[in-house]
């Protein structure tokens, strides 16, 4: 089985683009995520959590009738005052604390918001349908869905538009100074509250895009955020911080990892073949590092 | 003075509280059975990833209880008792029911459980009651392993996991002519792979080629991968079970990827809505279920199949999914048994169940070996888009004694199909 990959050599292609097509959308997810570690020293638990709500945002409107895909507009809307609110009422308490304080309370919001979207929406698993249709290359040998590509292209504009604020607004400015040094920040005139509310607010805002996308091309379940936390963190750690292309080349390399991993190992290894790889990049990061400080000596 | 006063506080207390403990506290030999009640205990999920179905259990539990309390109740002895069930909520947590099973028999003094929802809290419940001796019927732990352990006070109203979809294949086989190429996609939890190894059993059996065997790790949410390989290899049945999302994320994916396969067999068709949330783009898929409304099975209680949708719909507003139906079939298999016994006691209960040979609106009932229920065939519908407002319902297809449907095979391909 393992060698079919090789056989249908047109397979290398569509696990290839499916792995980019994925792999973006989980990098908009690890750059709000990325973001919001690097301003304010915080690794969010709940980020996989403000996924779904995002998602569950998108899915209430195609409950009452209008477009799911529209949810990526009204879900970061609605995202950005949900991340606001958590951020006066939690995050602004642990946020100059230890990071170890700050795992443990977004842990604890991950399961208040578990629970809340099952009391508001039930344990069932739903699916927003866009009836986006599908794309076909090749003579029907390669399928791209087209709710993926359109989820892929928002993201990619989302990230490029973040990326252009963060240069050349005063906001973005001043996200960038506070990240760079708090105090400094604070003595020049930065508001460094206000500027970690926009942040947090920011990052939910991405989720919230990201959880609209994942309504319409994948399914929705108050309990099934912690794997996009988990690939967001893995997205972060291999990136580095504050490294935006690396974050969106290290998504989409995990991507495309994952879907090879699928065809060579079995489906059964790739989210194990995707971990492993993570301990062999962060033991080389060590090995490297261990070698400077020699140096240095 | 003021120490004494504290002393005298502390020794009232204490004498306080032991009032209330012995007061309170029910006798060794006392049970939770009143004069003119037999109680059973349940801990059902009403809070948590279960919640959905945990709900259908105790609505099923609940009109069993008061369809029987309605119509005269359990004779034992020559005595009418009714039926009362003590609830907690599991949270859908293997450990949490583990603790409330013992709750209910050392607490609340509980002779007989009901189960839970799902096979894993099942199996978190089953050590406890095998330990105390406490006869427990459930209705929705279908995992195989449950009924190899040997347990002598566990009885399943259900048939087990692996032969969920193994009439899928025979089914297969036999519209083909000969042996098939089967693809096969299981999540890795207890009872997909439970259903999992029901089809390498049929495959064998048939002498059919297993062409793809992929595990879908839990946290997966997209089958992309495991479908491409199905398009490049085309096999004759393609086999997806992976609870609701599994069932939600194949169809969704399977419509977008346009692959056509000759036979779709999947589970959870049911609890996941599948007709209602893809509509057409489920149409065809083949689906496993303990129970059906249109079998022809019938009982003094509820009637037969249709009159038990009926009924449950009146009560609790929507239609009876087969986790409700089952539950409900839980409560009649008490009821006979305690007839049957003409006791209280739970060693005679529990003897008397082994026993039990009994037709209800779900099915015939009768327990094998392990306590499974192994009188009752599976039976498989397909969904199909047949409605006059072109809305898609679950047909019953198989076994033909009761089919309201022919089966449609093969699956006509995507680009003649409008979705």
Known sequence: ?297 | MKKNNNLMIGIIAIVAIAVVYFVTRPGDSETANTKDTIVLGAAVSLTGKYSTNGKHTQNGYNLAVERINGMGGVKVDGKSYKFDIIYYDDESNSGRAAQLAERLIKQDKVQYLLGPYSSGLTKAIAPVTEENKIPMVEANGASRSLFTKGYKYLFAVLSSANLYLDVAIDLAVEKNGGPVNIAMAFEQDAFSQDVRLGIVEAAERTGSTIIIDDKLPKELNDMAATLSKVKATSPDVLVVSGHSKGALTAIRQIAEMQVDVKMLAMTHCDASKLAKQHGRKAEFALCAAQWHKELTYSDEFFGNGIKFDKDFTDKFGYAPPYQAAESAAALLVFKDAFERANSLDREKVRDALVGTDMETFYGKIKFGEGGQNTAKPMVLFQVRCDNPDGSCANRLVAPTKWASHELIHPIPPWVMREH
Request: with cysteine; net charge positive.
């Open chain 1, 1 to 297: 089985m393992s060698l079919l990959i090789f056989e249908q050599p047109i397979l290398l292609l569509q696990a290839s683009i499916d792995g980019i097509l994925i792999g973006v959308l989980f990098a908009l997810i690890a750059y709000g995520m990325a973001l919001q570690w690097g301003v304010m020293n915080i690794i969010n638990i709940a980020q996989g959590e403000l996924v779904i709500m995002g998602g569950y945002v998108a899915y209430f409107m195609y409950v009452i009738g209008i477009h799911p895909a529209f949810g990526v507009i009204v879900a970061p809307i609605v995202m950005y005052f949900v991340g606001v609110g958590l951020y006066k009422l939690v995050i602004n308490k642990v946020v100059d604390r230890d990071l170890f304080i700050s795992i443990l309370a977004t842990f604890g919001i991950s399961i208040l918001t578990q629970q809340l979207m099952n009391f508001v929406f039930g344990a069932d698993v739903v699916v927003a349908q866009s009836n986006f249709g599908t794309t076909m290359l090749f003579d029907n040998s390669v399928t791209l869905p087209n709710s993926k590509i359109f989820s892929a292209l928002v993201s990619v504009i989302v990230a490029i538009v973040l990326v252009i604020y963060m240069k050349k607004s005063k906001l973005g400015r001043a996200i960038r100074a506070t990240a760079q040094n708090s105090r400094a920040a604070k003595i020049l005139g930065v508001d460094t509250e206000k500027v970690y509310a926009a942040t947090f607010g920011i990052n939910a805002a991405l989720c919230g895009v990201a959880g609209a996308c994942i309504a319409i091309t994948f399914t929705l379940h108050p309990y099934v955020g912690l794997p996009y936390t988990v690939r967001s963190f893995m997205i972060v750690i291999l990136a580095g911080l504050g490294n935006l292309p690396g974050v969106a080349l290290s998504g989409m390399g995990l991507g495309i990892f994952e879907e090879f991993a699928d065809y060579l190992l079995g489906t059964e290894f790739r989210i194990g073949a995707v971990f492993l790889l993570l301990v062999l990049i962060l033991v080389y990061r060590r090995f490297k590092l261990s070698r400077k400080r020699e140096y240095l000596k």
